[in-house]
């Protein structure tokens, strides 16, 4: 059964009464707030605009209009307008791309410090294909030369495709080959050379960086409170390097004893606050696994943290603890000096294991469906082919897992810790889709983007090794596709509440091809200590100063800003589905006929002209009333009171 109910947003009172209901959050009631009305800045593109070609990559969307065309040099055809300070590396004519959908096209490649650009002319409309070098996994050389004398090349990529070119051989054998040129590129940091969001410097209306602001997203919950405090105690990242500056612990625990709970948690991610309910004061902690080992070594500090993590919540005398991991890796950890919580050490908490396995099970799923989903789908074993991949039971365990973190704080009024093992990959996962669930201001495009910053970024997600951005070494171990995985949660929830979240579907999947694009610098390093070593601020632009410089792009137009109501999902399989709109995207055949996002747009203005409207009668029965009562004063009447109408 679907229920909801929710907190209040970014700068509103919240209110003493939380109230459920049975729907989706699917009902017409209109929302308060309307976005449509802000100005669309020149430099932004929608993603209809520019589909001349079946597999034109999104980044073409960012490109300003303002820049001049360029010719190629020696074709005289059209060149792609560069970013600032895009350059041309290498071009080469007549190079033929083996487009899976169309067939074999010739045309000419560019190759620039941030793309690669072909362009086949023979068709009407020409043919683009517009590719980040970001989105390059690996390069492979595909055999030697053919009778023709051409040179395969095949581009294995991030975003669920296979590129493959052919070219004539060299006849100036010391002349490197444009895509020996294009290795160089797409892997700065195994060249030498600085990845391209550092040289990029695009200036927007909106300063991305200022987005998140740790001590306001903690006002905002109201912490610092008689419970909670605000700890200064990794401000210089020595307690805990992957951990961010500004922390929330209980109030009764000083910072020397938090130093002795890093020491027995595994790399000091002591157990910290992510969200606390506004009514109940049950919280959400995340950190990482105890360090147990095989003898079941104990904490007398931490045994202690956790007990007051518990008392902090005047409304239970219980805390849960959520393991992310299956219990028999759990217990493997314990020989590798790890391990899980014993219900004898800590008192009235309860130990519950939620079977997500680790980073490189996720891995071989993608890989599965990436054979499954591209370039062509068998149509008669779909279904058993999709089952084979398991990437929707990776999905539904992650769901399941989050909405019973959701159910204890929100229904029993319990505090819950989450971790797996370090706390960085399925722990992320799982608090904030929680908070998702929780808490109604995530559900907006600013309070998503803090969201992603709070408990993704600034908790030391992995980034720069789970994605590999600018390295050769496509092998690396440390790969994984956690934070697609959390985005196609995300996705799932807008399916089944899909007027609850502020932002569309074109907003996640842009999210997710910046997050390889390499062109912002959001996503760049380990942790908040690396961005700050490296001046990511200063140096890089924000994916946000992006997205928040052209709302309307992102904007659902059938959101309704429900104040008080908490997602409770379905996450049987059958409610589940596969994501189309991002794995299967490049195959022309799965598009939709009618373009979705121009029909956004198209409503969302509606919906503006309509709040006029609204706006123009509601000071009307105003104007009204207040004529009405002047004429009559010194008359008994009874008050009018204006119809709060949103559209």
Known sequence: MEKSGSVDSLGSKRSSSRQPSVDSLSSTSTSRSDRSAQAKPPFAMSAESVAT???????????????????????????????????????????????????????????????????????EPAFVLDLPLGVVSRVEKIGGASNRGDVSYGLVCKDMRNLRFAHKQMEDTLRKSIFEVLVKFAFPVSNGLQIYAFEYGQVFPENGWKVYDALSEYKRQGIPNESWRITKVNDHYEVCDTYPSTLAVPVNIPDEELKRVAAFRAKGRIPVLSWIHPESQATVTRCSQPMVGVNGKRSKEDEKYLQAIMDANAQSHKLFIFDARPSVNAAANKMKGGGYESEDAYQNAELVFLDIHNIHVMRESLRKLKDVVYPNIEDSHWLSNLESTHWLEHIKLILAGALR????????????????????????????????????????????????????????????????????????????????????????????FPAAFEFNEYFLVTILDHLYSCLFGTFLC???????????????????????????????PMYVNYSNHVLFPVVSLRHLELWVGYYIRWNPRMRPQEPVHQRHKELLAKRAELQKRVDELQREVTNRSASSSSERAGSPTRSITPVQTFV
């Open 526 to 556: 380990n942790s908040e200590q690396q961005r700050l070593k490296e001046e990511i601020p200063k140096r890089t632009v924000s994916l946000w100063s992006y997205v928040n410089s052209q709302l309307e792009e992102f904007t659902n």
């Open 405 to 496: 973190i959701a159910d204890k704080v929100e229904s029993g009024k319990t505090s819950v810790v989450v971790h797996c093992s370090d706390g960085w990959d399925r722990t992320g996962q799982l608090t904030s889709l929680a908070m998702l669930m929780l808490d109604g201001y995530y559900r907006t495009i600013r309070g998503f983007e803090v969201l992603l910053e709070k408990e993704w970024l600034s908790f030391g997600h992995r980034f720069q090794l789970r994605l590999g951005h600018g390295d050769k070494n496509h092998t690396d171990a440390d790969r994984s596709p956690v934070f697609i995985q959390f985005i196609d949660c995300v996705w799932q929830l807008t399916r089944q």
């Open 53 to 123: 070609s079946a597999e034109l990559s999104p980044e073409f969307r960012v490109k300003p209009k303002t820049e001049a065309k360029q010719v190629f040099r020696d074709s005289g055809k059209e060149e792609p307008q560069l970013l600032p300070n895009e350059a041309v590396q290498d071009m080469a004519q007549d190079v033929t791309y083996f487009c899976p959908f169309i067939g074999a096209l010739r045309g000419t490649v560019l190759v620039t410090n941030y793309r690669l650009f072909f362009r086949c002319m023979d068709r």
